[in-house]
């Protein structure tokens, strides 16, 4: 993760669905699905217990009315893996009007990380974007993500197309546990 003084925000994209290097783990207990009720309190779960650590930044004082604004707007679609029946990770896709898919939401939980989950979903997500019908599928990273996002982004086929530098964004407590109390 990036320091506290400024962050390196990476933009990657893909322009054809033949860029796609797929990576697949075979696991019984994994399953990919799809969100089909609109539930803005699994959203801010998703967002907590994944993106907290990583300083996923700008909703930290968002209330119900505006995780449900999110989880309603056209165009969102989100997607979680569960291992043995609780959730390992997740990812939301936004159509935009450009006819672009952005992956505006992509992480796993800590406790499954060095599993080949990231690659597996990341595969999913890309799948799902271009079965949106997109015409670029796109996504932005920084340096407070994983240290083997960007290469992760780069081997299912990413390529960069734009690097912005920034302010970090503030340190953060997730809501529901403490990152240290995890163990």
């Known amino acids: 993760m990036g320091g506290t003084g400024l962050k390196t925000t990476t933009y990657l994209q893909m322009t054809a669905?033949?860029?796609?290097k797929p990576k697949r783990v075979v696991r019984e207990d994994l399953?990919?699905?799809r969100v089909e009720a609109v539930a803005p309190e699994f959203h801010w779960f998703l967002h907590q217990a994944v993106g907290a650590e990583f300083r996923w930044g700008g909703h930290e004082d968002w209330g119900e009315a505006e995780w449900r604004a999110?989880?309603?707007q056209s165009g969102l679609v989100a997607w979680v893996a569960y291992v043995g029946g609780v959730p390992a990770g997740y990812f939301e896709l936004l159509q935009h009007e450009d006819g672009s898919v952005e992956i505006l939401y992509f992480g796993i939980l800590r406790r499954h990380f060095g599993q080949g989950?990231?690659?597996?979903l990341l595969t999913e997500a890309v799948e799902q974007a271009w079965g949106l019908g997109a015409d670029r599928v796109w996504l932005h990273t920084c340096t407070h993500d994983h240290e083997?996002?960007?290469a992760n982004y780069l081997a299912r086929g990413f390529t960069v197309f734009k690097t912005e530098e920034g302010?970090?964004?503030?340190?953060r407590e997730s809501a529901l546990?403490?990152?240290s109390k995890l163990g």
């Open 148 to 150: 083997h996002a960007v």
């Open 167 to 171: 302010p970090a964004n503030r340190p």
């Open 31 to 33: 399953e990919v699905r």
């Open 117 to 120: 989950l990231g690659g597996h």
């Open 70 to 72: 999110h989880a309603e």
């Open 17 to 20: 669905p033949g860029q796609l």
């Open 177 to 179: 546990f403490s990152q």
